[in-house]
């Protein structure tokens, strides 16, 4: 635990240590909020009478969203496979932490950063200029935190997991890649699954995506009766054992089957 939290420290520091990093991230996180606030405003505007959610309600959505997804966010898919490909990854079979806290603990110290500096800041800067009411109802407050605290348990582990595929991939740096594309496209990270046409929402109620972002948000508007809410943490649950139990039994198969290139 204690090097858990050491190392979390470290990230956090090191997070700020770069400066004009820093600083382009506020700029650039706040630029993109602003802008999808107000393109939603205009579609929300232009197509009220279609829409079964509110402006306010989508608004709050991506608000909520841009807050999710600094806290959900995770390298370790590609940190996994940077490892593989330059050899470096077998230094980490001797450290005297377990390799997943050790990259977990690096991303919530990068997320609690961005969240607390950047997000937050970013997100009560545009409250301050734009009139957007804010959606809250404490109650769903309540049960969207523990949603939310689940939905970055299984972030971290569908990056780790597909991460752990680079001990079998010639050329694992696409990994990432086509992660974030599946994660923006079926969790609702840039367009809401109520819009999603039929086929494609089916798709996505099989995927775990929808649990790190669509369906907490969707908790905390009120859209989920209380038994729906109790569904929704129980398959947050479920995916999360599973994706466990199936990232030990790939991490033990990569221990017998390493196959380093460079180093």
């Known amino acids: 635990m204690f090097l858990f939290v050491t190392f979390l420290k470290r990230s956090f520091l090191e997070r700020y240590a770069y400066r004009f990093d820093f600083y382009t991230s506020i700029f650039g996180s706040f630029i993109s909020l602003f802008v999808q606030l107000n393109v939603w405003s205009v579609l929300m505007e232009n197509n009220s009478s279609n829409s079964q959610v509110s402006l306010d309600e989508m608004l709050t959505y991506v608000i909520i969203t841009s807050l999710i997804t600094a806290l959900t966010a995770s390298q370790v898919g590609e940190k996994i496979a940077q490892k593989v490909d330059n050899g470096s990854i077998i230094s980490d079979f ?55 605290v689940l939905a970055i348990i299984i972030a971290f582990y569908i990056q780790f997991v597909l ?11 696409y990994i990432s890649w086509i992660l974030n594309a599946c994660k923006d496209l079926f969790s609702g990270s840039v ?16 995927l775990p995506f929808r649990l790190i972002i669509f369906e ?3 908790m905390y508007l009120g859209n989920l009766s209380i038994d729906e809410g109790y569904k929704i943490l129980l398959l947050q649950c479920v995916w999360i ?5 199936l990232s030990k039994l790939i991490w033990s198969k990569a221990q017998s089957k390493i196959i380093v290139h460079g180093g």
């Open 241 to 245: 054992v599973s994706l466990y139990l």
């Open 94 to 148: 001797i450290r005297p932490i377990n390799i997943r806290n050790y990259l977990w603990a690096e991303d919530i110290g990068k997320n609690i950063f961005n969240f607390l500096l950047i997000n937050i800041p970013n997100v009560i800067i545009i409250l301050l200029f734009m009139r957007i009411e804010i959606v809250f109802e404490l109650s769903n407050f309540l049960m969207f935190l523990i949603s939310l």
């Open 191 to 206: 367009i809401p699954l109520w819009f999603y046409p039929d086929w494609l929402y089916q798709i996505s109620s099989w």
């Open 163 to 173: 991460g752990l595929l680079a001990f079998w991939l010639q050329t694992p740096w």
């Open 216 to 218: 907490p948000i969707n």
